[in-house]
């Protein structure tokens, strides 16, 4: 599942990061600084992580195959 996970993080981090960052521009058009965007796209990073991991249990959960129940 490990494997999953990076790859769904792969696809996620960037994803919230660009969320994150978008929400800072559009909050302060007038910033004097780079740092929110910085701690915006880190703190997408951040939730990233834990996020990939339930997808990955929830995406590990439905194609899992169902035990044989006729035997």
């Known amino acids: 599942m490990t494997k999953l996970a990076i790859l769904v993080f792969i696809f996620t981090a960037p994803t919230f990061a660009g969320i994150f960052v978008i929400g800072v ?3 302060d058009m007038a910033m004097a600084s780079a740092m929110p965007i ?3 796209a880190l703190a997408g990073v951040l939730l990233a992580a834990p996020a ?3 997808i990955a249990k929830a995406i590990m959960n439905a194609t899992r195959s169902p035990k044989n ?3």
């Open 25 to 27: 521009l559009t909050v």
């Open 38 to 40: 910085v701690l915006a």
């Open 52 to 54: 990939s991991w339930f």
């Open 69 to 71: 129940e006729n035997a």
